[in-house]
């Protein structure tokens, strides 16, 4: 299901009584089907609440079809009007009959002005009254009788209604209007309230979906009516502006062929999405062509002697998939030797599939995708696959080369443009792309179907597994019996599936998924204090600003350095917003604003800064703000109303001083902070042991020395790990700037991480340096700068850091290692604003006096999770760098805010590196200039917590 997002809510003007267009009668415009129902007046000023507390609603009144006609809303209305003709107009040439029969209907529809009510019933506006409308002098009201039909609008713009009932859905009103509903895939519905959706409508794109309500209007148009993209989502639209479609305003036709009970179960259903035993979304041991959503992620464990696999799997855009695996084969041994190890071997493995095209009615779903992309390639295989659904059943069919078509039954077909593709190389090497071997060597079919059973939490598939399993990695035969797998998937939980199956025809496999959208992560901020309520009263004199100052810190976090007064404005300067949800705290800033500022103020402007930077401002009209806050708008109340928050310009650092003004307050904060939090750190897939964890806790303080000149330090105590497992140091032909990690992690239990005294400054508007020295992290100390350009609101900055290091003792203590080097990078940031994509290229020279560059491409959603990825490659040969060839990681980097029931600035990031080797390693810098001038990305204040789904 979509819901389609609209400016216009539904109105309650009807259509008139018309003639089918299809039968040649002439189309006129009847009166309004509510013309009968009288309106009462309103009393400007009043509330919607209190207007519906004072009508007399009988048994057959429909508050869910309420109509509530705002002038202001009708000039987007006649545009959204025009639009729908002018792509009818373009029509005629070919589409005469239907196209200009459509036309002169949609022509005749009035422009209304109806508006979206949050919820017609007078009690919940009550308790929300930022949805309770505040009724004007202009505006109507009406609350229509309760309809017996649903009206279905044929291609032709002829009317056909049909009685309603109870639990139909659209699909079976158009079955009782037309004679081709299986030419129809998907169908629009504007409901009595104003919602407009969008539904999947045929055998391949069924989705579930709520039945029509009485006076609905439902708009299916054949496939081949040749209407242009986008018109049938614009058509619903105005329609939903119409109101309930009339008893007796179109042709009727009897009841719908099927009652709720009858209904066909896959026309309600959405094709369910489940793992395969390696994570991705497939069958068994087999993958599909389909996609998760945007956002999703999923962890996967699967076990078939005797290989047990834990698959994280990403979905940052929605055609493509990526992820990362560990397989344990637990008959082989790490180290055959026991010299380092005598756990069970390991296999790290990265994966991508990427959709070619989507399925439509005749089209199947195309994807094509890779396991193991490098390494080993133990494992590794390519593919083609293709999807194609009819009602519940989801068939695949694709092509696999090495493990995925180690059956070899068919020659490779791209043996026919090189003899070259019909052998495959194999690989010794860890850690990086055996891009020589793709799509090489003997391939296989490989397919199946899914089905989702009647029962709705069981799934059973069935596939043709395209592997050889007597030629298993390590010359580990395995016997099989058939090439057929089977197996049921139950979903325990929407966040929880358990799989089941026979493998090989002769071995048992189980496995657990779980999965959830990094997008809709949430958490409701209970040990947050309560925001003041908002209404339209205002203090007559001033407040103590002291407990303004103090309440602002309380509710955003943020320090308030200085509140003064010029004329009717407010200015509040702000140091320290940090923050993954800045509009959120702002608008809980403005609360306590509004609520201890007298009423002669009515504007307030706010100025952020870092450490005496000028980062930017905000200015907010206390009107506006408060009728966004305290009452109900329409689409169009609402944009004229949110004018109310503005980019302030920035004035001089003095400006909150200046002599216009009359300064309030000022802060007298000590110069000195800092806190404890836990602390963590885990490495997996070493030799020593899969899993290696250090908890403990680390404690940071602050200390400013002047408003541009700051001292922090930061130490952390190890309290739990099982490093005394960790024995292996990893061999390197490059100077050990990081491969000796063990030795940093192991030899102190109480290490110094940071202690670090920083200047910066703003030289302009857009220019900002910084200068530092001290022990910069938890393995090197020394001197640096650096400098950045940023304009506000600006997609693009550029930057250059320099520094010079050396290397501290393994204590991480005061002592420093003979090691030095020249480090530093140019950096260019770039907010493409093509599906939330941030891309970062950096250039320069590494710890291990390497140079190369390092490209960095992530996502970030609207709740303020990023998924992401880098790569390194510098000028060290692969040989000498080593197993992995390259640096490269996968991270997903996330606001605490989204996970904790109480607000927070600070970031985490899970971040997975196949390999920790020497070439390619930045100086881990804990402040950069990016950072702190983030309040000047043009998405700075676009970041909100995830709402429920609807």
Known sequence: MSRLHSFFAPSAVGLACRCAIALGCAATLATPALAATDTAEIVPGERLSAWLQR???????????????????????????????????ALRADKAPTGISLSRWVGALPVTGRAVVGNPDDRWLQANPDQDPVLQPGQRVKLPPRPTTATVVLDDGALCQVPYRAGVMALDYLRACVEDPDQRDIVWIAQPDGRTFRYGAGTWNAQAQNPPAAGAWIWAPARSSGLPDGFSDDLIQLLATQGLAADGAGRPVGAPPESERSISASRQRDLPLTAS???????????????????????????????????VMLQPLDWLEGGFRYSQVSNQLYDPSLVISSQSYKDKSVDAKVRLWKESRWIPELAIGARDLGGTGLFSGEYFVANKRTGDLDWSLGLGWGYLGARGNL?????????????????TTTGTTNNKAYFRGPTSLFGGVQWQTPIKPLILKLEYDGNAYEREPFNNPIKQRLPVNAGAVYRYSEAVDLTAGIERGNRAMFGVTFHGGLDTLAQPKLLDPPTPAVTDRMPAGDPAWSRTAADIEAQTGWAVDAISRRGDTLLVRLSFPRAAYLQARLDRMTAVLHRDAPASIRRFSIEFS???????????????????????????????????????????????????????????????????????????????????????????????????????????????????????????????????????????????????????????????????GGLLESMYGGLGGEYMY???????????????????GFDQRFDFREYEVNTGHATVYWETGWNDLQVNLSVGQYLARDRGATLEISRR??????????????????????????????????????????????????????????????????????????????????????????
């Open 55 to 89: 009508q007399r609603t009988g048994q057959n009144s429909y508050p869910i079809g309420l109509q509530w006609y705002v002038p202001e809303e009708k000039p987007d209305q006649h545009a959204l009007k025009d639009r729908i003709t002018r792509q009818l107009s």
């Open 277 to 311: 035993d390696w994570g991705e979304i497939g069958l068994l041991q087999t993958p599909t062509a389909r996609m998760a959503p945007a956002g999703e992620t999923r962890f996967t464990y699967s076990h078939i002697q005797p290989y047990t696999r834990a698959t």
């Open 411 to 427: 020659r490779n077909p791209f043996g026919l443009i090189s003899e070259q593709f019909d052998t495959r190389p194999g690989s």
């Open 610 to 772: 870092e450490y005496g930077m000028r980062m930017g401002g905000k200015s907010i009209r206390r009107a506006d703000w408060v009728a966004l806050h305290t009452q109900g708008l329409s689409p169009a109340q609402r944009s004229e109303h949110n004018i109310a928050f503005s980019n302030a310009p920035l004035g001089a650092p003095t400006a909150v001083q200046d002599r216009d003004g009359q300064m309030l307050w000022t802060s007298d904060n000590g110069r000195l902070r800092g806190g404890l939090s836990p602390s963590l750190w885990q490495s997996l897939g070493g030799p020593d042991s899969f899993l290696l964890y250090q908890i403990g806790v680390q404690g940071a303080a602050e200390y400013r020395v002047t408003s541009n000149t700051w001292l922090t330090g930061g130490v952390n105590m190890r309290l739990l790990d099982n490093y005394d497992k960790f024995k292996y140091t990893a061999p390197s032909d490059l100077p050990r700037v990081r491969t000796q990690v063990r030795e940093y992690v192991t030899t102190s239990r109480f290490t110094v991480s940071n202690l670090q005294l920083t200047h910066a400054e703003q030289w302009g508007e857009n220019h900002f340096v910084m200068a530092y």
């Open 790 to 808: 940023r304009r506000r609101a600006s997609p693009l900055a550029f930057g250059v850091d320099v520094n010079r290091v050396r290397q501290r």
């Open 861 to 950: 959603f609207a709740n303020g999770v990023s998924i992401g990825a880098y790569a390194t490659k510098t000028n060290v040969s692969s040989a000498q760098f080593g197993e992995g060839s390259f640096d490269k990681g996968i991270f997903v980097s996330f606001p605490f805010d989204a996970i904790l029931p109480k607000s927070s600035s600070a970031n985490g990031t899970i971040l997975w590196q196949p390999l920790l080797r020497d070439g390619g390693a930045k100086l881990s810098r804990s402040q950069t200039l990016y950072g702190l001038t983030n309040t000047r990305s043009p998405r700075a204040f676009d970041y909100r917590p995830a709402q429920p789904a609807d």
